[in-house]
């Protein structure tokens, strides 16, 4: 069974930084993904990275969150810079196995305050 332990979040300034890791029992195959939900909100994808690198992020972090992944460390991280009160939400890392099986891991909080 895969299974995904994210860390990182916590309370932060608005302006600041923190940098979020999802560490991946089974490796960091296939499409690598960070979500997000807000209170109220639907799940959102923030960034994903596949395989080759290819990158995608959502217009709204765009030049301020950047995803990476390593994995002689079967890692995806997130590093979040300049972040805004509107970024507050749970952080999920997903895998998309190249079979096409889905996991999630449990989730991080992510606090900005202004």
């Known amino acids: 069974q895969v299974q995904l332990v994210e860390s990182g979040g916590g309370l932060v300034q608005a302006g600041g930084s923190l940098r979020l890791s999802c560490s991946a029992s089974?490796?960091?195959?296939?499409?690598m993904a960070w979500y997000r939900q807000a209170p109220g909100k639907q799940r959102e994808l923030v960034a994903a990275?596949?395989?080759?690198?290819?990158?995608n992020y959502v217009d709204s972090v765009k030049g301020r969150f950047a995803i990476s992944r390593d994995s002689a460390k079967n890692t995806v991280y997130l590093q979040m810079n300049n972040l805004k009160p509107g970024d507050t939400a749970v952080y999920y890392c997903?895998?998309?196995?190249?079979w096409g099986a889905g996991y999630w891991g449990q989730g991080t909080q992510v606090t900005v305050s202004s």
């Open positions: 997903k895998q998309t196995t190249p």
């Open positions: 089974g490796g960091i195959t296939g499409v």
């Open positions: 990275i596949a395989n080759g690198g290819t990158l």
